[in-house]
Structures are given as structure tokens and as C-alpha cells.
């Protein structure tokens, strides 16, 4: 079946400009991560939906930074007034169980990859 | 921030040769997963090991788990050029989230000649 889907794949922002970074994930699948990956480094936790619920925005790293899912199915992650430290590729995942329940894997999407010049 | 460090950070070994990676954390851990990263993709899961288990085997890979010393390695038998990648350990945290929230390491890349 299909699998998670990020677009666009490759983002170049001019400092200053507002982007957004949309996740499609698996069908039925109620978690929803986002994360930030910096070159050469792991991915580093951003936020957590369940359904259209943003149950932990603990890892935005700003104000600039603001995720949604209105519908429970696709996610936007949008980023204003971008910086060259906003540069990294940013992961969206996503798993079936609901909150309380057993954690399995997460499946994760290709990712897009942000350069702000 | 990281949960911790792996180690090698690289590592470069001849096709049919053994590939050990190690994983170090910080806190307590509902389960230790492992993801396969392949140069501009997104991650794969490869294995997850609950914290009340000591070793798992799937396929051609085995990990172990020692919480008392907060490690974790994974062991890739008779590696494949198509082994080529970065792997990192993954941990679900206890006594924090429910919904499994993963705290990354810094990975490993390793690198499997023909």
C-alpha cells in the first residue's frame, strides 16, 4: 500500500519567506510526528498530533514554527519568516496506535529537504 | 536534543564481514527501535526491542538491550553492499509520553565495500 508522502521534496527559501511542508500519511493511521533533521545529525522530535489533536509541540524550536491537521488525515508544518537555521530536511511519521495503547513503529515519509539562502 | 551517542560514528567493512553498532541513553526506555537511513531518504524501521527484552533476532540482524547499562547494539550478519547507509537507535522514553515519541542518536554510517 502507499506509504507516507511529503511534498514538496526539495524547498529553497529566501530568508524572510514563510514556507509549508505538507505530510500525507498512511491511511488510518491516527499518530502523526514531525521532526527536524540536521545535517549529519538524527532526527530531533518537532511535534505530535493524534487525529487532528496537537497533543506536544514541545519541540518547535520558535514561534515561527506551526503544525496542523485539520481533518486528522494530512498535516502541514509551516515555517515563517525563515532563517538559515531553519535549514534541514523535516520528517513527517506516522503509526496507528492511539494514545495509551502500545507503541509500534513509525513509518516515516522521504522527507523535505529546506534550504533557506 | 539527543538521547545519546552511538559509536562507531562510521564504519567501513568488506562485503560477507560483520558490522556491530553501539547505542548509548540517558533515561529509562519503554523500547529501543533501529532505523535504516539511505542517503536522501527517509528512515526505515528495522527492529524494535521492549525494555523487559534482552536480545531479538530478524533476518540477518540481532540486537541486544542491557538497561542496566543504558546500551543497546545491533549486529548486522554477512553485510551486503545494499547494507550501505546510517543507522540510528531510537528510544521511547518512560514515564513520559504514551504515544511513543522517539529520541534519536547521532546514527552510524556505514559503509559495506563489494
Known amino acids: 500500500g502507499a506509504g507516507v508522502s511529503q511534498s514538496p521534496r526539495y524547498k529553497v527559501a529566501k530568508r524572510g519567506q514563510d514556507v509549508a511542508l505538507r505530510c500525507d500519511p498512511i491511511s488510518g493511521h491516527v499518530s502523526l510526528f514531525w521532526y527536524q533533521q540536521a545535517l549529519g545529525q538524527g532526527p530531533e522530535f518537532l511535534t505530535y498530533f493524534q487525529n487532528e489533536a496537537q497533543l506536544d509541540k514541545s519541540g518547535l524550536p520558535s514561534d515561527r514554527f506551526f503544525a496542523e491537521r485539520p481533518e486528522g488525515s494530512v498535516s502541514t508544518l509551516k515555517i515563517q519568516r525563515t532563517q538559515q537555521e531553519d535549514s534541514a530536511v523535516y520528517l513527517c511519521?506516522?503509526?496507528?496506535?492511539?494514545?495509551?495503547?502500545?507503541?509500534?513503529?513509525?513509518?516515516f515519509g522521504p522527507g523535505t529537504r529546506l534550504t533557506v539562502t | 536534543s539527543q538521547q545519546g551517542e552511538e559509536d562507531p560514528q562510521a564504519l567501513s567493512i568488506q562485503e560477507g564481514e560483520n558490522a556491530t553498532m553501539n547505542c548509548s541513553y540517558k533515561?529509562?526506555?519503554?523500547?529501543l527501535q533501529w532505523y535504516r537511513q539511505n542517503s536522501g531518504r527517509g528512515l526505515v524501521h528495522l527492529i524494535l526491542?521492549?525494555?523487559?527484552?534482552r536480545e531479538k533476532h530478524s533476518g540477518r540482524l540481532r540486537v541486544t538491550l542491557d538497561t542496566s547499562k543504558k546500551s543497546s547494539s545491533l549486529l548486522i550478519t554477512a553485510s551486503r553492499a545494499a547494507d550501505t547507509a546510517s543507522y540510528f537507535c531510537?528510544?521511547?522514553?518512560?514515564?513520559?509520553?504514551?504515544?511513543?515519541?522517539?529520541?534519536f542518536g547521532q546514527g552510524t554510517i556505514l559503509t559495506v565495500h563489494p
Open positions: 531510537a528510544t521511547d522514553e518512560a514515564g513520559g509520553t504514551s504515544y511513543g515519541k522517539l529520541t
Open positions: 526491542i521492549r525494555s523487559n527484552e
Open positions: 511519521a506516522s503509526s496507528l496506535p492511539e494514545t495509551g495503547q502500545y507503541t509500534y513503529e513509525q513509518y
Open positions: 533515561t529509562s526506555i519503554n523500547n
